[in-house]
C-alpha cells in the first residue's frame, strides 16, 4: 500500500542553522515526490518536487530536497533556517505506477519552529 | 493569475443540516481534488475529478458525502446531514492534470463548524 511517513510531529531549530524536516514513503511503483508549506489559516503552498534526475532539488524559500531511492526517503532540507520559516510542512508522493496515478498521498505533517 | 478560490470561508452550521461548499479551480486545471483536514494534522483525501472521466469517490467517508463538477470547473461538496465529526477546514485544490508530475495549487479552504 502506498503511504508517506514524516517521523517528527515538531522540529525545533534556531534562526540560523540548518534544518531537515524528514520524510519517508513507500509506491509500488516510481514516485513523484513534493513538499507543501502551510501557513496558519492558509492554504497548502508547493515548495517544490522531484520528478526524475538530478537527486538534489532546490525549491522556493531557499529550501531544498535529496530523494534517497535506497532509502526510500525526500528530506526537506534548508542551510540556515530563518524564523518565517516556522510552519507546518507536509511530504506527498504521488505513484506513478498504472491505476494509482490519480492520487496524492500526503504525511502527517511536521510543524517547525525556528526559534529567535 | 487568479488561484484556486473557495467559498465560505467560514461555514457554521447546526448538526442535521446540509451544506454545501464551493471551489472555483484555476482556469484550464482539469484536475481537481477534495481534502479534509481536522486540527492542523494531515489531510484526507476525499475525492478527484479528472477532465470528463468518472471521478474517483474512494475517499469519501460516507453516503452523506458528494461531490459534482459542472462543466469540468467549479466543484461543489454537499455534506448531508451534518455531524460533529464533520467539522474541519475542507481544502480544494486543482492541478493541471491529474497524469503527470503536476503539483497541486491549493485554495485557502472552507473552515467547517457543526454545532
Known amino acids: 500500500a502506498q503511504s508517506v511517513a514524516q517521523p517528527e510531529d515538531q522540529v525545533n531549530v534556531a534562526e540560523g542553522n540548518p534544518l531537515t524536516v524528514k520524510c519517508t514513503y513507500s509506491?509500488?511503483?516510481?514516485?513523484?515526490l513534493f513538499w507543501y508549506v502551510q501557513y496558519p489559516n492558509r492554504g497548502l503552498q508547493f515548495l517544490l518536487k522531484y520528478i526524475t534526475g538530478d537527486n538534489l532539488v532546490k525549491g522556493s524559500y531557499g529550501f531544498e530536497a535529496e530523494f534517497n531511492k535506497s532509502q526510500t526517503s525526500f528530506h526537506l532540507k534548508k542551510p540556515s533556517a530563518l524564523v518565517s520559516d516556522s510552519a507546518l510542512y507536509f511530504c506527498a508522493v504521488r505513484d506513478i505506477g498504472v491505476g494509482n496515478f490519480n492520487k496524492f498521498y500526503f504525511g502527517s505533517g511536521t510543524k517547525l519552529n525556528v526559534k529567535p | 493569475g487568479a488561484g484556486v478560490s473557495q467559498s465560505p470561508s467560514n461555514k457554521v452550521t447546526e448538526k442535521g443540516k446540509d451544506v454545501e461548499l464551493r471551489c472555483d479551480p484555476i482556469?484550464?486545471?482539469?484536475?481537481l481534488y477534495w481534502y479534509r483536514q481536522s486540527l492542523g494534522q494531515g489531510l484526507e483525501f476525499l475525492i478527484y475529478?479528472?477532465?470528463?472521466?468518472?471521478?474517483?469517490k474512494s475517499g469519501l467517508p460516507s453516503d452523506r458525502f458528494s461531490a459534482e463538477r459542472t462543466g469540468g470547473s467549479v466543484s461543489t461538496l454537499t455534506i448531508q446531514r451534518t455531524q460533529q465529526e464533520d467539522s474541519a477546514v475542507y481544502l480544494c485544490?486543482?492541478?493541471?492534470?491529474?497524469?503527470?508530475?503536476?503539483?497541486?495549487?491549493f485554495g485557502p479552504g472552507t473552515r467547517l463548524t457543526v454545532t
Open positions: 482556469s484550464g486545471h482539469t484536475a
Open positions: 485544490a486543482s492541478s493541471t492534470s491529474g497524469t503527470g508530475p503536476y503539483e497541486q495549487y
Open positions: 509506491v509500488s511503483g516510481n514516485p513523484y
Open positions: 475529478f479528472q477532465g470528463n472521466s468518472a471521478p474517483d
